[in-house]
């Protein structure tokens, strides 16, 4: 706020005027200028092997993708990029990855201790001058719980590289920094031009990456909570109670699905063994949390398994995290409204408490404007491409969800293809976190009610 004086004001006194952008326009602005300095970067001819550098598309795409922690490749990350722009793909990965946690975080904190949202979010987002202590703790937690997750990752990988691989110190070092950091923030970026496909069959390998893929898509408010009260689950909030069941059951029937659908595919899980098998389903599963790595060929899967990984990318993760998608809470939110309508009850009741009537119309709200953008991409995507509609519909709800999973066409389409998907990731990066903050913390009561009426359903 600052203070200009009014001409037309009696006497001459200064009036205020607001300045600065509201918390959710200023993480979109942030997260813009993400993208344009990592695009800059990307195309010095330092970034990139080959002469001349990287074109503006492949560095907008692949800038745009490492920001919104999506994956999705429109070169080689190996073979077209040098040391120092993998290096910048890690920064923006990190970048993209704790801001996102961090606007997420304070977002949910305030909803659920009924701060003031105007004194706190616009005061901590604008002037930066009134409960800087509480945010500051927020900001030190999540980066301190951040660090010390990929820290950890980082030394399983390590030793796996160094001991199991023969890597010298320094490239085993550099290798599991960068993939430590691409899983925890779920973003799907490979040093490998096969991403993971050499490790399939390497659970010291697979496993360490999916379980830190698990706990950046948790969320930073259900990793606090675990941490405080892991011995109490009685005291976990239903939040945490949602994320942690939903999560559990879509890994369980996402690997049984498709680990069953895969099992005699020659060109997939065919040719492993049968634990083998058992362990690319459940990383396969795992990446459909908004990962976006891949242990085997994506696009020699079945039309099937495309279909149900569908479901579960564009399901995602848990909000406040590192996972994109609508969030399993969301998704949880629908389930149970479908279940209340179902049996003719009143309310929607979860884990022993009543869910507020307006989060239903949240929840909705979201999901309709997902399908939405991912209908529209998938349309102009089969005009602009020629590409058949599964294919498509898959690389809609990858950019979407930040998944960054392909059937490989993404690298073949032509460039206004790529920017329909450059367009969605940021979309889906903050679309559903902006939008749903918006509505949550919307403060528009009418006075008056209009007589009812219902129109025929079904």
């Known amino acids: 706020?600052?203070?200009?004086?009014?001409?037309?004001?009696?006497?001459?006194?200064?009036?205020?005027?607001?300045?600065?952008?509201?918390?959710?326009?200023?993480?979109?602005?942030?997260?813009?200028?993400?993208?344009?300095?990592?695009?800059?970067?990307?195309?010095?001819?330092?970034?990139?092997?080959?002469?001349?550098?990287?074109?503006?598309v492949q560095a907008l795409f692949t800038s745009t993708s490492a920001v919104c922690v999506t994956g999705l490749t429109v070169v080689d990350t190996e073979t077209f990029w040098t040391p120092f722009g993998q290096a910048v793909i890690m920064l923006l990965i990190q970048v993209g990855g704790l801001g996102i946690m961090i606007f997420a975080a304070?977002?949910?904190l305030v909803l659920a201790r009924k701060f003031s949202v105007r004194?706190?979010?616009?005061?901590?987002?604008?002037?930066?001058?009134?409960?800087?202590?509480?945010?500051?703790?927020?900001v030190r937690g999540i980066v301190l719980t951040a660090l010390a997750?990929?820290?950890?990752?980082?030394?399983?990988?390590?030793?796996?590289?160094?001991?199991?691989?023969?890597?010298?110190?320094?490239?085993?070092?550099?290798?599991?920094?960068f993939h430590a950091v691409s899983s925890f923030n779920n973003a799907g970026f490979a040093l490998y031009s096969d991403n993971?496909?050499?490790?399939?069959?390497?659970?010291?390998?697979?496993?360490?990456?999916?379980?830190?893929?698990?706990?950046?898509?948790?969320?930073?408010?259900?990793?606090?909570?675990?941490?405080k009260e892991l011995p109490r689950p009685l005291h976990w909030s239903m939040n945490t109670k949602l994320v942690l069941?939903?999560?559990?059951?879509?890994?369980?029937?996402?690997?049984?699905?498709?680990?069953?659908?895969?099992?005699?595919?020659p060109a997939t899980f065919g040719r492993l063994d049968p634990w083998a098998r058992v362990l690319a389903g459940f990383f396969h599963s795992v990446q459909t949390r908004t990962a976006g790595f891949n242990s085997?060929?994506?696009?020699?899967?079945?039309?099937?398994?495309?279909?149900?990984?569908?479901?579960?990318?564009?399901?995602?993760?848990?909000?406040?995290?590192?996972?994109?998608?609508?969030?399993?809470t969301t998704f949880a939110v629908l389930f149970f409204v479908m279940v209340?309508?179902?049996?003719?009850?009143a309310a929607v009741n979860i884990f022993g408490k009543r869910l507020p009537r307006d989060v239903h119309r949240q929840a909705i709200t979201v999901v309709i404007i997902a399908i939405a953008a991912i209908i529209t991409a998938t349309g102009l995507l089969m005009v602009l491409s020629g590409e058949s509609l599964d294919r498509t519909l898959f690389e809609s709800v990858s950019a979407f969800a930040t998944v960054g999973l392909s059937t490989g066409i993404t690298p073949e389409l032509s460039a206004p293809a790529q920017l329909v998907l450059v367009v969605l990731m940021f979309l889906g990066r903050l679309g559903p976190l902006t939008l749903g903050s918006a509505i949550a913390l919307r403060d528009h009561r009418i006075l008056y009610e209009y007589p009812k009426e219902r129109p025929a359903i079904g």
């Open 1 to 56: 706020m600052r203070l200009r004086r009014a001409p037309w004001a009696a006497g001459n006194r200064p009036v205020r005027v607001r300045t600065g952008l509201r918390p959710a326009q200023a993480v979109v602005v942030g997260f813009g200028l993400a993208v344009a300095i990592g695009t800059g970067l990307l195309m010095l001819p330092i970034a990139a092997t080959g002469p001349g550098g990287a074109s503006f």
């Open 106 to 108: 304070l977002i949910g």
């Open 119 to 138: 004194s706190r979010l616009n005061t901590a987002a604008e002037a930066k001058t009134v409960g800087l202590d509480d945010v500051r703790g927020i």
């Open 149 to 177: 997750l990929e820290a950890a990752t980082f030394v399983f990988l390590f030793v796996r590289f160094l001991t199991g691989y023969g890597y010298p110190p320094g490239r085993a070092a550099w290798y599991a920094t």
């Open 196 to 227: 993971l496909i050499g490790f399939v069959d390497d659970p010291f390998i697979c496993l360490p990456i999916a379980a830190a893929i698990i706990l950046g898509g948790l969320g930073f408010p259900v990793l606090l909570q675990l941490r």
């Open 245 to 265: 069941s939903a999560t559990v059951l879509l890994l369980i029937v996402g690997t049984a699905y498709i680990t069953l659908l895969e099992w005699d595919n």
């Open 296 to 328: 085997v060929d994506i696009g020699a899967m079945h039309g099937e398994t495309w279909l149900g990984m569908d479901v579960l990318m564009f399901i995602g993760g848990g909000p406040a995290g590192t996972a994109g998608g609508i969030k399993v």
């Open 340 to 345: 209340t309508e179902l049996r003719g009850e």
